[in-house]
């Protein structure tokens, strides 16, 4: 199975841009690079997905190497309610595996 | 707008005894459901996953077993808990409908085994 790896932490300080690196290097064609995040106590949250091309919205951006073997996850500015561990996860196309497998993500701590 | 609901949030049973957590998802047509545990600072593991009305999945070896009666329910089981069963466990659903799309998490139950 493509896996996923990531720095087990991270910290950033308050209002500045926080750049967090996934690798997955075993990427296949059809495997969409999706990120999560998961404050305490809670279930994860999507935050943005992506194939080949660079993507934004209104919680992040999601940079993606050219030859899809890494990418980043942009937070243009880092609140304290960002503090979370943030999951990059490869899930490939449902007709081919609908499976949905988490790694032990980065745990992104966020100074005042 | 669809919702997912997971209970019970917090739940302490004894060992040996059995478990049953119920998640429903609201809104959606045949979706794709998962089970998952997390340990105290660890990361998620999949347990069980399920494309359709009994069909399931299992990913490890364990005294879980999981059911999907329904399209929309998916029940999570044990009939003789182990301490070791302890965690947090997670509900998620994601459609299968276009090529990939963002999954849905439930808000979780901390079950304790004492």
């Known amino acids: 199975d493509a896996k996923t790896t990531q720095p087990n932490s991270m910290e950033s300080n308050e209002e500045e841009p926080v750049h967090l690196p996934c690798n997955h290097s075993t990427i296949s064609g059809t495997d969409y690079i999706h990120w999560y995040r998961q404050l305490p106590s809670q279930g994860p949250e999507y935050v943005i997905h992506g194939l080949t091309s660079n993507v934004n919205n209104r919680m992040a951006s999601l940079a993606i190497a050219e030859d899809r073997k890494s990418s980043t996850l942009i937070l243009h500015r880092a609140t304290l309610r960002d503090a979370a561990v943030y999951y990059c996860i490869l899930r490939d196309v449902p007709y081919n595996n609908n499976d949905m497998r988490f790694g032990a993500g980065t745990r992104l701590t966020v100074k005042p | 707008s669809q919702t997912i609901h997971q209970w019970p949030a917090t739940l302490v049973q004894p060992v040996g005894s059995p478990l049953s957590l119920e998640c429903t998802v609201e809104g959606t047509s045949n979706p794709n459901l998962y089970w998952y545990r997390q340990a105290a600072g660890r990361g998620l593991q999949l347990l069980f996953y399920?494309?359709?009305?009994?069909?399931i999945s299992s990913e490890v070896p364990q005294n879980l077993s999981a059911s999907r009666p329904q399209d929309r329910q998916f029940i999570l089981s044990s009939k003789k808990l182990l301490l070791s069963d302890s965690g947090f466990y997670l509900c998620?659903?994601?459609?299968?409908?276009?090529?990939?799309?963002?999954?849905?998490f439930g808000q979780g139950t901390r079950l304790t085994v004492v």
């Open positions: 998620a659903w994601s459609t299968r409908v276009g090529l990939n799309t963002e999954a849905f």
């Open positions: 399920s494309v359709g009305i009994g069909q």
